[in-house]
């Protein structure tokens, strides 16, 4: 198993920037790929941006191309996702998870941390 725990988020003005965590633990080893994921009140879940662990490559979903950036620390374990250029169609709760090698989706998911811009 994997634990992995969000930090980071809060409340930031439109135009603003926040970064988010996720500290990694347990079977890190295990990692194939480490994603970002979005859920606002009444919405469906939203792929955000991933980053394959080892290679580094990085996807964005198209909401949030060229605002977001997504990178990880494979030393400390942790993913990061900075975020400028916010927007109150960002608000919403942020969640990491993990794919693990050998699987074909994301298997263990953080608690969500609470992102919330203002217009």
């Known amino acids: 198993q994997v634990q992995l725990v969000e930090s980071g988020g809060g409340f930031v003005q439109a135009g603003g920037s926040l970064r988010l965590s996720c500290a990694a633990s347990?079977?890190?080893?295990?990692?194939?790929?480490m994603g970002w994921f979005r859920q606002a009140p009444g919405k469906e879940r939203e792929f955000v941006a991933a980053?394959?662990?080892?290679?580094?490559?990085?996807f964005y979903g198209d909401s949030v191309k060229g605002r977001f950036t997504i990178s990880r620390d494979n030393t400390k374990n942790t993913m990061y996702l900075q975020m400028n250029s916010l927007k109150p169609e960002d608000t919403a709760v942020y969640y990491c998870?993990?794919?693990?090698?050998?699987?074909?989706?994301?298997?263990?998911w953080g608690q969500g941390t609470q992102v919330t811009v203002s217009s």
């Open positions: 980053i394959t662990w080892t290679s580094g490559n990085t």
């Open positions: 347990g079977r890190t080893f295990s990692i194939y790929q």
């Open positions: 998870a993990i794919k693990q090698r050998g699987e074909g989706g994301y298997s263990q």
